[in-house]
């Protein structure tokens, strides 16, 4: 297959129109193409360019004849929300891991203004720490990694920003919130709702809906995540720099405190934390494997009886 | 027929266009990128330790942050909001040149300011306090994440800088503490800020040798570390490479950020 087309087949490069004709091997003859051109019925044309992903966005297979069995593929994820998904997980990793090495320098915390060694605290937590003086009951010192720490949570809350950024530009641009995570109305009932939850109690596996939706647990989930969790985070990391809080007094003063700010930093992490694991947990539930094509490829196997 | 009109075009010719954009996009954002980078470089908004890993972040970090924070002031804070009794960190043991010092009252102390000045000096302690003295109330807070406010009294360093008069072209202070190994640097926008001080008393009295006494460089914007105590020389400079492994301070050649606003 050419070079264009390989790349094609990762939906980069998706042409306006039906996207996936392209991924078929068989060399297309006219008659293939005559096949495909007044769409079989059953697909939907949607206008779909790199960054959209659409159910309907779906394949044309010019098989000779309708009886190959031949499994289809189709697009789940966008590049877009595959690319900086990957690229958030990345910059989450090293702010997690950074963090943590933070946090074991001084594992007190306080709320106000300030708080050392010499004031009360909020809470602690009963870790060894990697200084001398912070009175934690262990009678060693682990190892001082700030330096690199810092340097790393910096960079990496710097690029999972700019991802998130041009996530949300490209994500108002294409309806990407609309279409895919805001809850559909047919969703918003308590019946469907408290439904939802029930077959999420009883550890039920997705049906096959959701291997090409977000059902609306998912949704409401994601839009607390990008647009309540992620802005506080950042917002409460801001609000400890004393050169930023130099320009704008207001986010820390909101927060009530360098200390309060740090507090709410940690236990708005926390709450990602959590996110991350029950995620991971649902993705495992859900099936691995084709949860991660989906998230990496971009496509998903459809069954065969949908063709 | 109405329908052929609507057969799509062939990927392979869209691809090339788009291969074609996609090319021209990337050369335009390279030769962007270098632009940028040199205006960055001339409006000193690039920090010393840019190379390395950890570059894109940090110059990232001390660009934006000079940008918006040029001439802000540190939060000031009430009387009623010192901390009671504020925290002392660990210091290295005293050296044998800081015990005689010490037991002199500190009247021998000498600050030496060279380097890109009119006129290189050296100031006693009783010199610098014949100055308008000045006062903060502001929040020294450490990288490791503990904190406290109080009131520091001193002379701001843009003063001093004035007596020995900088010339135009420089654009770092270098400054070195009386114990082995301790010394930062900072840009001319931090060292003419007025809230640098060269801080010699602390909440009404005397500045604790606990906390850098007699003599402490009082960067309040920011953390702990640029506040490098028991000062005793301050170069003025265009370049950082002549010092040390060229990065700009203690913290740096030890892993630590050059700027630390954040």
New interface residues.
Partial sequence: MPLLQRINRYGFLRNRGRAAAISVDPPQGTAAHQRCSPLPPRVRIVRATWYHSRVGDSVCIPSAASAVPTATVASRHSALVRVTHWITTLCFFALLVSGVEIVISHPRFYWGETGNDLTPTLFKIPIPASRHLVPTGYGYVLPDANGWSRYLHFQAAWVVVLTGLLYLICGLFTGHFGNDLLPRKADLSWREFSSAIAKHLRFERPGEAEAWSYNVLQRITYLFVIFVLFPLVIWTGLAMSPAFVSAFPATVNMLGGQQSARTLHFFVSLALVLFLLVHILMVWLAGFKSRMRAMITGRAAKSMERT | MS??S????S??K??RR??ITTGLAATAGVAGLGVAARIAQKYGLVPPDHSG??G???T??YAS?RL??RH????E?SRS?I?K?P?A??IEPLTDEFKRLQAGGFTDWRLSVSGMVARPASFSLDQLKSYPSHTQIT?L?????????AEWIGVPLSQVLDVVGVLPQARYVVYFSIEPDTWESIDMADAVHPQTFLTYGMNGDQLPVGHGGPLRLRV????GYKNVKFLTHLTVTDNLKGFGKGLGGASPE????WYA??
Wanted: charged fraction near 20%.
């Fill in positions: 329908e052929p609507r057969v799509e075009p990927p392979r869209l691809s788009k291969l890993i950890y894109l972040g940090e990232l970090t942050q918006l924070t802000s002031l540190a939060r804070f909001q901390s009794p925290f960190n660990e929040m807070q450490c990288e490791e994440g503990w904190s406290y406010i309040p914007r920011q953390v030890g892993g630590y950020a606003g954040i």
